[in-house]
């Protein structure tokens, strides 16, 4: 399993990867998530990150992984802040290290660039998701939590 750094040739497979995560993810776990959003906005978004020198975008075992640094915050003096923006790994090669692999070369790259504040945010109803980012040793930071009255329960069964 080889995992390479993306060239401008491979935005189509990251913009392929990235439309299979909307799907696969946000747009089961989301209401409000517009799954469309990479057939029309995604060849130029990621095109723009390839080409990010503060952007990592890596290919994999037919999936991505998306890291970028943060500018620095002023309410945080001393943090070098780099969060793993997006990953997946093809439903075909899971459970065989791959995304253990994206990981590891994320945190390489971010620990070369002197972050000290490594970050990621996942869906809590992605239980897989959260057990293997536990795995690759993060751990709950902050938890972002979702009002759910009988108001928002209509809007979630309008979509
Ligand atoms: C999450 C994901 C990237 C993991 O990739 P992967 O290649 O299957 O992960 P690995 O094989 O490297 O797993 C390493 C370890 O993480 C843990 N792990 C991985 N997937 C897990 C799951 N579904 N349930 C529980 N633990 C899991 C295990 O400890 C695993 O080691 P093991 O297989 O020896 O038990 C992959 O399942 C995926 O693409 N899921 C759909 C997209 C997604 O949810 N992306 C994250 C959005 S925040």
Same mark, same amino acid.
């Given at each position: 399993m080889t995992v390479s750094v993306c060239a401008p040739g491979d935005v189509p497979a990251l913009v392929a990867s990235a439309a299979a995560l909307f799907e696969?993810?946000?747009?089961?776990?989301?209401?409000?998530?517009?799954?469309?959003?990479? *057939?029309?906005?995604?060849? *130029?978004?990621?095109?723009?990150?390839?080409?990010?020198?503060?952007?990592?975008?890596?290919?994999? *075992?037919?999936?991505?992984?998306?890291? $970028?640094? $943060?500018?620095?915050?002023?309410?945080?003096?001393?943090?070098?802040?780099?969060?793993?923006?997006?990953?997946?790994?093809?439903?075909?090669?899971?459970?065989?290290?791959a995304g253990a692999a994206l990981v590891e070369a994320f945190l390489g790259w971010a $620990?070369?660039?002197?972050?000290?504040?490594?970050?990621?945010t996942a869906y809590a109803a992605n239980h897989g998701a959260l057990e293997f980012y536990r795995a690759q040793?993060?751990?709950p930071f902050e938890v972002v939590l979702r009002h759910r009255n009988e108001w928002l329960s209509t809007v979630d069964s309008a979509h």
């Open positions: 696969e993810d946000g747009g089961r776990r989301d209401p409000f998530m517009d799954t469309g959003w990479p *057939a029309r906005e995604g060849e *130029a978004y990621y095109a723009s990150l390839v080409a990010d020198p503060a952007c990592l975008c890596l290919l994999a *075992a037919g999936g991505h992984l998306i890291g $970028r640094l $943060r500018p620095p915050d002023p309410l945080r003096p001393g943090a070098v802040s780099a969060v793993l923006e997006s990953m997946r790994v093809g439903p075909e090669h899971r459970r065989s290290g $620990r070369d660039r002197g972050a000290n504040d490594v970050k990621v040793g993060f751990e």
